[in-house]
């Protein structure tokens, strides 16, 4: 791995802390964040840019193509259900946690399609 991936991983999981915490406070409607759950949204980030992308590409190697990313979505919501949501007040915690989710995988397309038509660079694929 050389400094530039390494660059572009740091990038990629910073935006994602950043499209999580945003994801929060609109599901949450609490605009504020403590050091824990700042540090809960680093963890996330750091699943959502390391080991989802892992368990995809090991799928699509299985050959079962979309249901990777099927299995890497429902990855998703189960960690932030049980890292994230923890701290939000919340009524329905499932609920918050798949609609937290879909509203992030979302924010991380858009950003990762207008990093690669402005900058030819792939933010959220870099391995």
């Known amino acids: 791995m050389d400094l530039a991936v390494l660059a572009l ?11 999580f ?11 504020s964040a ?6 809960r949204i680093l963890v996330v980030s ?3 840019v390391l080991v989802i992308p892992v368990f995809r590409d090991v799928a699509a190697e299985l050959g079962v193509g979309d249901l990777g990313l099927l299995f890497a ?6 960690a932030v259900r049980f890292i994230l949501v923890e701290e939000m007040t919340v009524t ?3 609920l918050a946690a798949i609609v937290l989710s879909l509203i992030a995988v979302v924010l991380i397309y858009i950003v990762d ?3 690669r038509s402005l ?9």
């Open 9 to 19: 991983l740091i990038l990629g999981i910073i935006l994602a802390a950043i499209i």
């Open 21 to 31: 915490y945003v994801s929060g406070a609109i599901v949450g409607q609490d605009w």
């Open 34 to 39: 403590s050091g824990s759950q700042i540090l």
């Open 46 to 48: 750091l699943i959502a």
């Open 73 to 78: 979505f429902v990855l998703l919501v189960i």
């Open 92 to 94: 329905d915690e499932w």
């Open 113 to 115: 399609e207008a990093s």
């Open 119 to 127: 900058f030819d660079v792939g933010l959220f694929r870099v391995f």
